[in-house]
């Protein structure tokens, strides 16, 4: 169990923390002149059973609350410090606010410095507390009157403590590894070691982790959990890890740094949350206020962007947005604490919901309704919740990642849902929603049909944009290929069409085509054009002209540049150069295809656009590569 110590300036905590284990926490030589605490401070002291009890001692002056919230992150139990002859004073009450809303409500109090005043005086601070305590988290807690001086009523407290911590249920091992850093240093042999909490997950020597936000990999040389040399590290122990890495140095990491596993390293500098003003501000919090955000052991500065209304009121909750000026790490769950602009006062705290929101339609109702979803802290209702309201579907990945789930851990796979696998991520539908979506598809085909009758119809990235345009590209892939596996629509060519629709050419035509199609046969990936066709055929060039745009429309030929059209069969066979080549030279250029199909510069490069054109590749640099989404040529021709 970590136990966080928290109180206004002088009141005891060091000497309290120092009398439950006989060590002095303040380690700086300036916190020994000055007789207060700067920094956070460490003590560990062995339990009946065999394990240790951890203190953080966190410091009281109003100037140094960014160090008490950095202690604060991640302790177990809470001990407030009041001394009897002040009694709650301005830092036991914002500190008492701080650790309501990081949802510490498993404490202690200690009513320190008994021996400086009258039985009455401590009796009526005890009620003073009791009254302070009421409607927050810690308002049943026990209150211990005692002495660091003379040990009055130390050893009850302590008694207390090690009761407490052996009931302590253990913390699951679920989740990949993080931790929060607190102190950075080197010794001498050794390295660089971090000191920490550990919010999630499970550490063990030889381990390779991520710095983040920073992206450093790093390897676990040595680990001590709970100040024992130890293998492994889990959940709710304080570690220090050894760390080592090829480009890694001390000053690569720092407080507020966090290390973690790599699945899990998703640096942002925004993401929503729900959050809480204090009852105590005068004045309501409004939108793009600065304020200074304290998450995990970082500050940094950021702006609030609501989500709801255009102001919060004092003790009023709402959704929000934060948005910093650098990088921070955070996870659905992980409790943050905003101070205002100058960090002369906390003006409230909250809940991380989303690590990866929207850049827009943040406030429309669909996704306010998802931000209330990610409020439910059991994975799999929450999942139900959002799929339900999530009509471009749920992506699974992103949700496992969001809420720390382990892959091996996505026991959802049980819940009734349409799931779709593309390269990158796993989406999930409702069937209903899945069904819906593919009604969508063949109702725009039919209208397309309608408007369109002497046209086969769109090609897939055409037939995207215009019936389900906020659907992820690689999921109306798989969409569309169940419509097709399953005969509710067809494909001529690149042309995607119902299964009964017919685009035909006149008995003149015909005969007109018979006649073009050995010319652009003759020289397959140099066919002539329009002007050439129709000098060569003595035919009219305008008529030359709307013929091959009807023929098009049936899907025998494409337009690939200006009145330059390619049989169907000479665009299948660029098609499979171009996925060979691609596949064996990771993409292609426009030199090196053009000496592949023999043709001018020009000529390569226009074939090589339209196949962007078609979205069968798209451009990187000077590369033409096949896009990710296309597993089989017949997907496209």
């Given at each position: 169990?970590?136990?966080?110590?928290?109180?206004?300036?002088?009141?005891?905590?060091?000497?309290?923390?120092?009398?439950?284990?006989?060590?002095?926490?303040?380690?700086?030589?300036?916190?020994?002149?000055?007789?207060?605490?700067?920094?956070?401070?460490?003590?560990?002291?062995?339990?009946?059973?065999?394990?240790?009890?951890?203190?953080?001692?966190?410091?009281?002056?109003?100037?140094?609350?960014?160090?008490?919230?950095?202690?604060?992150?991640?302790?177990?139990?809470?001990?407030?410090?009041?001394?009897?002859?002040?009694?709650?004073?301005?830092?036991?009450?914002?500190?008492?606010?701080?650790?309501?809303?990081?949802?510490?409500?498993?404490?202690?109090?200690?009513?320190?410095?008994?021996?400086?005043?009258?039985?009455?005086?401590?009796?009526?601070?005890?009620?003073?507390?009791?009254?302070?305590?009421?409607?927050?988290?810690?308002?049943?807690?026990?209150?211990?009157?005692?002495?660091?001086?003379?040990?009055?009523?130390?050893?009850?407290?302590?008694?207390?403590?090690?009761?407490?911590?052996?009931?302590?249920?253990?913390?699951?091992?679920?989740?990949?590894?993080?931790?929060?850093?607190?102190?950075?240093?080197?010794?001498?042999?050794?390295?660089?070691?971090?000191?920490?909490?550990?919010?999630?997950?499970?550490?063990?020597?030889?381990?390779?982790?991520?710095?983040?936000?920073?992206?450093?990999?790093?390897?676990?040389?040595?680990?001590?959990?709970?100040?024992?040399?130890?293998?492994?590290?889990?959940?709710?122990?304080?570690?220090?890890?050894?760390?080592?890495?090829?480009?890694?140095?001390?000053?690569?990491?720092?407080?507020?740094?966090?290390?973690?596993?790599?699945?899990?390293?998703?640096?942002?500098?925004?993401?929503?949350?729900?959050?809480?003003?204090?009852?105590?501000?005068?004045?309501?919090?409004?939108?793009?206020?600065?304020?200074?955000?304290?998450?995990?052991?970082?500050?940094?500065?950021?702006?609030?962007?609501?989500?709801?209304?255009?102001?919060?009121?004092?003790?009023?909750?709402?959704?929000?947005?934060?948005?910093?000026?650098?990088?921070?790490?955070?996870?659905?769950?992980?409790?943050?604490?905003?101070?205002?602009?100058?960090?002369?006062?906390?003006l409230g705290g909250g809940m991380v919901l989303d690590a990866f929101p929207p850049a827009k339609n943040r406030?429309?109702?669909?996704?306010?309704?998802?931000?209330?979803?990610?409020?439910?802290?059991?994975?799999?209702?929450?999942?139900?919740?959002?799929?339900?309201?999530?009509?471009?579907?749920?992506?699974?990945?992103?949700?496992?990642?969001?809420?720390?789930?382990?892959?091996?851990?996505?026991?959802?796979?049980?819940?009734?849902?349409?799931?779709?696998?593309?390269?990158?991520?796993?989406?999930?539908?409702?069937?209903?929603?899945?069904?819906?979506?593919?009604?969508?598809?063949?109702?725009?085909?039919?209208?397309?049909?309608?408007?369109?009758?002497?046209?086969?119809?769109?090609?897939?990235?055409?037939?995207?944009?215009?019936?389900?345009?906020?659907?992820?590209?690689?999921?109306?892939?798989?969409?569309?290929?169940?419509?097709?596996?399953?005969?509710?629509?067809?494909?001529?060519?690149?042309?995607?069409?119902?299964?009964?629709?017919?685009?035909?050419?006149?008995?003149?035509?015909?005969?007109?085509?018979?006649?073009?199609?050995?010319?652009?046969?003759?020289?397959?990936?140099?066919?002539?054009?329009?002007?050439?066709?129709?000098?060569?055929?003595?035919?009219?060039?305008?008529?030359?002209?709307?013929?091959?745009?009807?023929?098009?429309?049936?899907?025998?030929?494409?337009?690939?540049?200006?009145?330059?059209?390619?049989?169907?069969?000479?665009?299948?066979?660029?098609?499979?150069?171009?996925?060979?080549?691609?596949?064996?030279?990771?993409?292609?250029?426009?030199?090196?295809?053009?000496?592949?199909?023999?043709?001018?510069?020009?000529?390569?490069?226009?074939?090589?656009?339209?196949?962007?054109?078609?979205?069968?590749?798209?451009?990187?640099?000077?590369?033409?590569?096949?896009?990710?989404?296309?597993?089989?040529?017949?997907?496209?021709?």
């Amino acid at each position: 169990m970590i136990i966080g110590t928290a109180g206004h300036i002088d009141h005891g905590k060091t000497s309290l923390v120092k009398a439950l284990t006989g060590v002095d926490a303040d380690r700086l030589k300036e916190e020994k002149a000055r007789g207060i605490t700067i920094d956070l401070g460490y003590a560990y002291t062995p339990l009946p059973g065999g394990d240790v009890l951890g203190f953080v001692d966190v410091p009281g002056h109003e100037k140094l609350i960014h160090n008490m919230l950095a202690g604060a992150t991640g302790i177990d139990y809470v001990l407030l410090v009041i001394a009897a002859d002040d009694g709650p004073m301005p830092q036991t009450r914002e500190h008492l606010s701080i650790l309501n809303l990081l949802g510490l409500h498993c404490g202690a109090v200690a009513l320190t410095k008994i021996d400086r005043v009258a039985p009455e005086r401590s009796a009526a601070v005890m009620d003073e507390i009791q009254s302070l305590l009421s409607g927050t988290g810690l308002g049943n807690s026990p209150i211990f009157p005692l002495s660091s001086i003379t040990g009055q009523g130390v050893a009850e407290l302590r008694a207390h403590l090690d009761k407490t911590a052996l009931e302590q249920p253990v913390k699951p091992n679920t989740g990949y590894f993080r931790l929060a850093v607190d102190r950075s240093f080197t010794i001498a042999g050794s390295g660089t070691v971090v000191t920490g909490t550990v919010f999630s997950g499970e550490v063990r020597v030889g381990d390779k982790l991520i710095v983040s936000p920073p992206g450093i990999e790093v390897r676990v040389r040595g680990i001590h959990a709970q100040n024992r040399a130890a293998e492994s590290g889990h959940a709710g122990q304080r570690c220090a890890l050894n760390l080592a890495g090829i480009h890694f140095e001390k000053g690569d990491v720092q407080r507020g740094d966090w290390v973690l596993a790599a699945p899990v390293h998703a640096p942002t500098q925004r993401f929503d949350a729900h959050f809480q003003l204090l009852s105590e501000e005068k004045k309501a919090l409004k939108h793009w206020t600065p304020v200074h955000l304290h998450i995990g052991t970082s500050d940094v500065m950021a702006r609030v962007s609501l989500l709801e209304g255009d102001a919060i009121e004092p003790a009023g909750m709402a959704l929000v947005q934060l948005v910093t000026d650098k990088p921070v790490c955070a996870l659905n769950g992980d409790r943050f604490i905003l101070r205002d602009q100058s960090a002369s006062r906390t003006l409230g705290g909250g809940m991380v919901l989303d690590a990866f929101p929207p850049a827009k339609n943040r406030r429309i109702p669909a996704r306010i309704a998802a931000l209330q979803a990610m409020q439910i802290r059991d994975h799999d209702q929450a999942l139900t919740l959002a799929i339900t309201g999530a009509a471009s579907g749920m992506d699974l990945t992103r949700f496992a990642q969001n809420r720390n789930i382990r892959r091996e851990e996505a026991l959802w796979r049980s819940t009734p849902m349409h799931i779709v696998t593309t390269p990158s991520a796993d989406f999930a539908f409702t069937p209903a929603c899945w069904s819906q979506l593919k009604l969508r598809v063949l109702t725009r085909l039919s209208l397309e049909h309608e408007e369109n009758a002497d046209f086969m119809g769109p090609d897939r990235t055409r037939l995207h944009r215009m019936a389900l345009p906020e659907l992820a590209r690689p999921v109306f892939t798989v969409l569309l290929d169940e419509l097709l596996l399953a005969g509710r629509v067809s494909q001529s060519g690149s042309w995607i069409h119902l299964p009964d629709h017919r685009v035909t050419l006149t008995t003149a035509e015909e005969k007109q085509w018979q006649m073009i199609l050995p010319l652009l046969q003759a020289d397959p990936f140099q066919p002539p054009r329009v002007r050439d066709i129709a000098r060569a055929l003595s035919m009219d060039e305008s008529k030359v002209r709307i013929l091959l745009r009807r023929v098009a429309r049936i899907g025998e030929v494409y337009l690939v540049a200006h009145d330059h059209y390619f049989t169907k069969q000479a665009i299948q066979q660029l098609s499979f150069i171009i996925k060979e080549m691609s596949e064996i030279h990771d993409g292609v250029s426009a030199s090196e295809f053009r000496d592949q199909v023999n043709t001018g510069r020009k000529l390569a490069i226009q074939i090589l656009e339209f196949f962007n054109r078609i979205a069968y590749t798209r451009r990187t640099g000077d590369k033409h590569r096949l896009r990710q989404e296309v597993t089989t040529i017949d997907t496209m021709f």
